[in-house]
RNA sequence: GUGCCCGUAGCUCAGUCGGACAGAGCGUCUGACUACGAAUCAGAAGGUCGGGGGUUCGAAUCCCUCCGGGCACGCCA
């Protein structure tokens, strides 16, 4: 099995939902009685070239239960085709059995079935509570191009878990607690506060550079003289005690920097529906070391205490330190229990780096020996890690890219491409925002999630191709179509003609003519796979498979676009034409929906 | 050392529960704005699918092995 991501076993069906297809198996299955519609189904292919048809039926599998060559197979099932069967004509080309759909004949269907409801929510889950930890910054720390893989993965699948019928539950998990808080107190103390005095208190983003120079040089510091370290070590149990003076600084490092996540989450159009911070669970942990202990699950190994997870196949997971002290193993159990026992989640699912891939066995693993059966209902969703000129991104050198910085290049390319393209446009800064930002977040979530990323500006402000711009470009296009048809004359003759199309009944014959073309028949197609894609995404926690989707649809779009003259004086083939512009513009502005990216009526 | 991830065109990547000559975008070159938006479209050039074995009628895809890059492997999160 690929990818270390847990899958749900239950979503694990069949991907199917093209209408296309299934008309195709169901007319094959007549004449393949040794095989089921769901297997023909699965069998059936897209030919490499589409000179080859719709779709083709490999006849090799078929090859030993009837022990005849393949291509005899193929040629017999081609004739049986032939003779009794409408709705498709069939070419036997070696093993294969090449299938050509009668257009004309599925296209009443089709329509329908693209303007039913179910098209854009394909119903998998029954409601269930999805909790869903994302995003998850550091306080103390800004918030860097790093945060943004996690953050739109996250939103994504919590969209894509809402729209196929489960309840997501987006959690921000706040970085807010842990012995670096210790150092950053110390820090503070030592440097920062003489100059919060001298009033040099900056606000905002630069607030939060300040806090991470301060980072950055107690960890120079700390290389001359290893008595930082001890100090901050100091302020941690300080500050674990209650400490009034270490309370108060941690809180206002938490403060100001709430303050600049919730800039970046609006920006970016991210919302939660719980923001809880680390510290919240330090007095669970308690209660979660004392069932280890009563289970006898823990034991102690070179000081600390561990659960030994040779049975798993996995090293020991570390529940206390030598000192006695906690550790983010110990809080995470903490968090899981509470996340399942009082916020009512029957899945965890952990948007976090890959690096944390053994750390979140280890989790699932010791709550599995605690007994909880849930425990298999919880899945880590791993992503590559984000470089930058081929280096990793680190922190406590101060190597950190702002993802506000990034945002704005983005915004400001975007509103100069638009002075220079459509400097009539009314709402400038609001599109340019949106085109800026889509380009942003697209160009992370089209790519699958394990792989690393090397960060390049000069990508990201690409605006050409396979982008986000592209997709909006698209789908603004289609709107101006559809505005530009609405002004036209006899708006009642068109919606009839409309209404008619979409009613499943048969089609005048300039209707279907139009809708039959090479360039129309591909984009109903693409359309056509829609709710298929929506569900392996999700069922592959894999955003990029929306993102692949609305570019292959933007490109059949753009295609068709300049083969046909969409505002013909033919009122029954310009309403055919219009509705599929309709349907091409509703999802491309759903799938950048999902993937929490703007579609602008113009842009 | 052990485990996991990655290796496909100059660059960035799809395709990986096996299927027909390996697909996009960027970049390069050539065309298309007096039609609904040229942030577009059409076409060209460009690849030992990291190497080698194996399974199979058929392998980028499955198995083994080696090479290269990354991450993780006890008191950071």
């Known amino acids: ?58 006849a090799f599998p078929l090859a030993k239960t009837r022990r005849k060559a393949p291509p005899i197979i193929a040629r017999e099932i081609a004739e049986a085709l032939a003779a009794g069967v409408s709705g498709l004509r069939a070419e036997a080309v070696g093993g294969f059995v090449n299938l050509r759909l009668d257009r004309a004949a599925i296209l009443p269907d089709l329509l329908r079935a693209l303007s039913a409801p179910e098209h854009k929510a394909p119903k998998v889950g029954a409601g269930e509570r999805v909790i869903i930890d994302m995003s998850s910054p550091n306080i103390a720390k800004p918030f860097g191009v790093g945060h943004l893989r996690s953050t739109v993965i996250g939103r994504a699948l919590a969209n894509l878990y809402a729209r196929l019928g489960y309840t997501p539950v987006r959690v921000n998990h706040i970085g807010d607690w842990g012995t670096q808080f210790g150092k950053q107190i110390a820090a503070y103390k030592r440097w920062g506060e003489a100059i919060d005095r001298d009033g040099g208190a900056e606000a905002g983003k630069d607030r939060i550079r300040f806090y991470l120079s301060l980072y950055v040089r107690f960890h120079e510091e700390a290389e001359r003289d290893p008595s930082l370290e001890a100090e901050g070590r100091r302020w941690f149990q300080k500050l674990e005690a209650g400490d009034p003076e270490a309370r108060r600084l941690w809180q206002m490092f938490v403060e100001d920097s709430l303050r600049e996540f919730e800039r970046m989450y609006r920006r970016l159009g991210v919302e939660f529906d719980r923001v809880i911070g680390e510290s919240f669970y330090n007095d669970r942990m308690p209660a979660v070391i004392d069932e280890l202990r009563e289970k006898g699950l823990l034991e102690e190994s070179e000081g600390a205490m561990v659960v030994r997870l040779d049975d798993e196949g996995l090293p020991p997971c570390l529940i206390l330190k030598s000192d006695g002290t906690t550790l983010y193993a110990t809080r995470d159990l903490a968090t899981a229990i509470y996340r399942h026992d009082e916020m009512g989640g029957d899945w965890l699912v952990y948007v976090v780096g890959q690096e944390q891939t053994l750390h979140f066995k280890q989790v699932f693993s010791v709550l599995k020996k605690m007994g909880r059966t849930w425990a298999d209902r919880c899945v880590h969703v791993p992503f590559g890690l984000l470089r930058f000129a081929g280096k990793k991104l680190s922190t406590r050198k101060g190597h950190v890219i702002f993802l506000e910085d990034v945002i704005d290049e983005a915004v400001a390319k975007a509103r100069e491409i638009i002075e220079e393209k459509n400097p009539a446009l009314e709402n400038k800064d609001e599109v340019a925002e949106a085109v800026g930002i889509g380009a942003i977040v697209f160009g992370d979530l089209k790519n699958g999630r394990l792989g690393d990323v090397n960060f390049s500006l000069e990508e990201a402000l690409n605006f050409d191709g396979e982008t986000g711009p592209y997709v909006q470009y698209t789908h603004a296009r289609a709107r101006t179509v559809l505005a530009r048809a609405a002004e036209d004359a006899d708006p009642a003759a068109l919606a009839a003609a409309k209404a008619r199309l979409e009613s499943g009944g048969p089609l005048p014959p300039s209707a279907t003519a139009a809708l039959i073309t090479d360039a129309a028949w591909a984009v109903l197609g693409v359309l056509d796979r829609y709710p298929a894609e929506l569900r392996a995404a999700l069922e592959r926690y894999e955003p990029s498979v929306v993102a692949r989707y609305a570019l292959e649809l933007a490109k059949a779009f753009n295609r068709f676009y300049h083969a046909e003259r969409i505002l013909v004086p033919d009122v029954d083939e310009r309403a055919a034409k219009l509705v599929l512009v309709e349907r091409a513009a509703d999802v491309l502005q759903d799938a950048l929906g999902l993937l929490g990216i703007a579609a602008p009526e113009r842009i």
């Open 1 to 58: 099995m690929k990818g270390t991501a847990i899958r749900c076993k239950a979503r694990q069906t069949e991907v199917v939902g093209c209408m296309l297809k299934r008309y195709a198996a169901e007319r094959l299955s007549s004449v393949i009685p040794d095989l089921s519609v769901e297997a023909i189904e699965a069998a059936l292919e897209v030919p490499p070239n589409p000179a080859f048809g719709d779709w083709a039926f490999p």
